[in-house]
């Protein structure tokens, strides 16, 4: 089946820096691929949808100065937390639908960002 | 308004029981019903899915039961077992798009 990687699973920053995430299709081609943001014991909020070659729709309230994202392949898509501040912390889950179409959302692992 | 509301929040049931969580959508536009099971530090996992020409679908120890006029869908775990116990989402969403996801409902199966 469809495997999306994302990459690292945890990490743990200074605020000020920047932390970047990698989301990648093993085997499948992605054109679209999502962003979303979880805090403990809540759902998962829309961040971002990411098409290869274009620019990123943000979600309403969602800085795209600090979230930037970038997907310059059919295969990854990457997030790149800048300036991250400790409110940044949480659980970041990325997940992608095979360009083959369909109605398949595949999710990765997800990333939880600490920011000290 | 494109919301998904779902309940319960949490669920408590003995091994063997059958849980129902419910979800439901206000988009008519929504065609594609999944739910996800989501373990502590992990990604969502897609359990099954339903697209709404059809009222209810199988899949080893899921159902889900779709009633397109009340735009309400559940899911029916049988013979629960204490490794089902995670946190569900429902989705609802559309061939083109993004998905919305329910509130989650966290279930505990007793031994």
């Known amino acids: 089946g469809a495997v999306v990687s994302q990459h690292p699973s945890w990490v743990i920053c200074k605020s000020g820096t920047s932390v970047k995430i990698e989301c990648r299709s093993l085997?499948?081609?992605?054109?679209?691929m999502f962003w979303y943001r979880q805090f403990p014991k809540q759902s998962l909020m829309l961040m971002a949808t990411?098409?290869?070659?274009?620019?990123?729709?943000?979600e309403q309230g969602v800085e795209k100065d600090k979230f930037l994202i970038n997907h310059a392949s059919l295969t990854l898509s990457t997030l790149t937390v800048t300036s991250a501040h400790p409110e940044d912390s949480s659980f970041y889950i990325c997940?992608?639908?095979?360009?083959?179409?369909?109605?398949?959302?595949?999710f990765g692992s997800g990333t939880r960002l600490t920011v000290v | 308004q494109q919301q998904v509301k779902q309940s319960p929040q949490s669920l408590i049931v003995q091994k063997g029981g059958i849980p129902i969580i419910n979800c439901a959508y206000e988009n008519t536009a929504f065609d594609y019903f999944p739910w996800y099971q989501q373990f502590p530090g992990k990604g969502p996992a897609l359990l099954i899915a339903i697209r709404p020409d059809v009222s209810e679908k199988k899949e080893g120890r899921f159902t889900i039961s779709f009633n397109k006029s009340a735009k309400q869908f559940s899911l029916h775990i049988m013979d629960s077992q204490p490794g089902d116990s995670a946190t569900y989402f429902c989705a609802s969403g559309t061939s083109y798009g993004k998905l919305t996801f329910g509130q989650g409902t966290i279930l505990t199966v007793h031994p």
């Open positions: 997940s992608a639908r095979d360009q083959g179409g369909g109605y398949g959302y595949t």
């Open positions: 990411s098409n290869e070659g274009s620019k990123a729709t943000y």
């Open positions: 085997d499948f081609q992605a054109t679209t």
